[in-house]
């Protein structure tokens, strides 16, 4: 708690750094009034106002910690009233910014506006006020970015275990397979990356547009590069043992009317509908 002590030095640091202060205080001490004041006001917005609300309005005003400074030295000028309980009184000589009766009789903080009965409301509900914390807006929008990354993830590993939850008997199913699960951790990419909003994974052509990859079609997908590129690879995908001994591992085409990359195109297509079933089934 502050004293006459606490006065002297700080007069004698910084005179007009001290003054100034004082009129701090005086100033909220008048607003304190003033709030207190409107609770019988009809016109004001605080007309029957309770001792909670008359603290809220004041803390907006001035602060926490002023607020606590001005309540608890005026309920350390009147500590020896009869109509401050004990409780008040205590918490408001734990304070350590708070002033000590000689102390503030000496700033003249005191009020006569208002009765001691109504002080001590008010210091009780000082004692229940909850400031409000507010995160700094960095690391607020760290944690709304943390999760948020989080649910994507969620969502996409969800996406991944629909996927791989099918009982796959053939080659090129299980080939399908693989190629909607590349399709997957590349709407991660893209999603990690920021070209990608998880919100539209909702909607089924926004989520193809973003799985094509800026190709028009599944077929320019394949042709142009994105997926596998060789014929001996693309045949290993989807072929049975018997296909990749037909078609000497991928030496020969597939038949008489496709590439390998058409063939690829075909199973990307499916495998583009696993994906967006699966979105549909981890969203639902």
């Not at 007069?11 to 001290?18: D, G, I, L, P, Y």
């Not at 997957?184 to 990690?192: H, M, N, Q, W």
């Not at 693309?234 to 597939?254: V, Y």
């Amino acid at each position: 708690m502050k004293n006459v002590n606490t006065i002297h030095e700080q007069v004698t640091t910084n005179r007009e750094a001290w003054f100034a202060y004082r009129r701090t205080l005086e100033a909220s001490r008048d607003t304190l009034e003033s709030l207190y004041a409107a609770q019988y006001d009809e016109t004001s917005p605080l007309y029957r106002s309770t001792p909670a609300q008359t603290v809220a309005a004041f803390v907006d005003a001035v602060g926490y910690e002023t607020a606590v400074e001005i309540i608890a030295s005026l309920v350390n000028r009147s500590a020896w009233d009869g109509r401050i309980s004990r409780r008040a009184a205590d918490w408001a000589s734990s304070q350590e910014n708070s002033w000590d009766e000689e102390a503030c009789t000496r700033l003249s903080l005191y009020s006569n506006r208002i009765h001691c009965a109504h002080l001590d409301q008010i210091v009780r509900a000082m004692m229940e006020y909850q400031p409000a914390t507010e995160e700094p807006a960095e690391e607020a929008q760290e944690a709304q970015e943390e999760e948020q990354e989080e649910q994507t993830m969620n969502i996409i590993e969800t996406i991944k275990k629909e996927i791989e939850s099918r009982t796959e008997r053939s080659a090129w199913s299980k080939g399908v397979t693989v190629y909607a699960l590349e399709l997957v951790e590349g709407l991660k990419e893209a999603i990690d990356g920021g070209y990608f909003d998880p919100s539209d994974i909702a909607a089924p052509k926004v989520l193809e547009k973003a799985l094509l990859n800026g190709a028009s079609s599944w077929d320019e997908y394949s042709w142009g590069g994105c997926s596998l590129i060789y014929n001996g690879d693309i045949a290993e995908r989807l072929c049975c043992p018997s296909e990749l001994k037909k078609t000497r591992n991928g030496e020969r085409r597939p038949n008489s009317r496709e590439e390998w990359l058409d063939v690829q195109a075909r199973a990307l297509y499916q495998a583009c509908r696993r994906v967006k079933s699966a979105a549909r089934a981890a969203l639902a």
